[in-house]
């Protein structure tokens, strides 16, 4: 279905959704807002679509990639996919799944856009209503340029160009919030695990969801 015809559809006003996205940006702060280096917990939140559902699971990992706890809700889709506003879709469910850990990460990998969305990326915009550190990491990016290995949108650089393993296409790494452009690449990079292409946060929270995926369809079938 066509963009437009999603928007009449599911009556969603786009053009305020535009608005509120770019209010929310301007409370992002790229910088810093702890010292990484002695993070202890990383956690890692995906979803996965099944029919009229999204299967969205977390995980919370230690330093040494053993996972502390992983937990998953399944919801009922109520936004469609309309490209630039995934968190209208996916950030409800998100939340329910962190709320059900018991010990929150110091940081979260999302594989989607951060900064350099063009007004609000879906890292940038759990960050805000999780209040936690975010990075995002995407295999592709909306309307920006790359230069070097930067990634820049008016001119300004928003992320980082990364090729974590010989051969590999490369990701782009962006702070969500409560982060900088260099630190975001600097821990993307540290928890690179060969053969794996993807930090392994992410890789952790992909293996969770397909170990649990039929299981979850099963059940809902009965």
Do not use: W
Not at 82 to 97: C, G, K, S, T
Not at 113 to 137: E, K, M, W
């Amino acid at each position: 279905m066509e963009k437009e015809e999603l928007i009449k559809k599911y009556s969603i006003d786009i053009e305020k959704l535009k608005k509120e996205q770019e209010k929310l940006a301007k409370s992002l702060e790229i910088k810093d807002k702890i010292d990484f280096s002695l993070v202890e917990k990383y956690g890692a939140v995906y979803s996965i679509f099944i029919k009229n559902k999204m299967l969205c699971g977390i995980i919370v990992c230690n330093k040494d990639f053993e996972i502390t706890e992983q937990d998953y809700v399944l919801e009922k889709v109520k936004f469609p996919y309309i490209a630039e506003f995934r968190a209208y879709r996916e950030l409800p469910a998100m939340m329910e799944v962190l709320n059900k850990i018991n010990e929150k990460p110091d940081i979260i990998f999302v594989q989607a856009l951060g900064i350099t969305h063009p007004r609000l990326g879906l890292a940038s915009h759990f960050s805000l209503a999780s209040g936690i550190p975010v990075i995002g990491i995407s295999d592709a990016i909306i309307g920006s340029e790359i230069k070097d290995d930067n990634v820049l949108r008016n001119n300004k650089k928003v992320g980082k160009v990364f090729v974590s393993k010989p051969g590999a296409r490369p990701i782009y790494v962006s702070p969500g919030n409560q982060i900088s452009i260099e630190t975001s690449l600097k821990i993307t990079s540290q928890l690179i695990k060969l053969p794996h292409k993807y930090p392994e946060p992410i890789y952790l929270v992909h293996k969770y969801l397909s170990s649990i995926e039929n299981e979850v369809i099963d059940k809902e079938n009965q």
